[in-house]
């Protein structure tokens, strides 16, 4: 029996612990994640290795370094982008770019897993909204 080939979801968090555990649980639901420490990394696998357009893209910025050029090149990879940031964070670069959502602390993982589902467009939508 052939399987379908599962939705990517990328998390791009420098925090590996909170990586993994995100990770974990969209690998419970069902979807195939690829994690990354840095923007700049994803950009250059996506265009440098020709791997496939995620579904969703999950952008954790708190105690991230990045340059708005590298925002601007992941937006252009063309999937939805879930912000995620705290409450403190200069959110001034990342403010004027289209994001799918914004999350903003706090919040759960399950939520973050929801909003992911509904943007591959293969989950409910979430009940609540940040």
Do not use: C
Not at 1 to 30: F, T, Y
């Amino acid at each position: 029996m052939a399987s379908l080939k599962q939705p990517i979801i990328w998390i791009i968090d420098n925090n590996h612990w909170e990586r993994a555990n995100l990770g974990a649980v969209l690998i419970e639901r069902g979807y195939e994640v690829e994690g990354f420490v840095s923007i700049f990394d994803a950009v250059v696998m996506f265009y440098r290795e020709k791997v496939e357009k995620p579904a969703v893209i999950v952008l954790e910025i708190k105690n991230l370094q990045y340059q708005g050029a590298e925002l601007d090149e992941l937006l252009r990879i063309g999937a939805p982008v879930i912000l995620l940031s705290g409450v403190y964070e200069d959110m001034e670069s990342p403010r004027r770019r289209e994001w799918a959502a914004v999350l903003r602390r706090p919040f759960t993982v399950g939520q973050v897993a929801q909003t992911a589902e509904r943007l591959a467009g293969t989950g409910t939508p979430p009940h609540e909204s940040n």
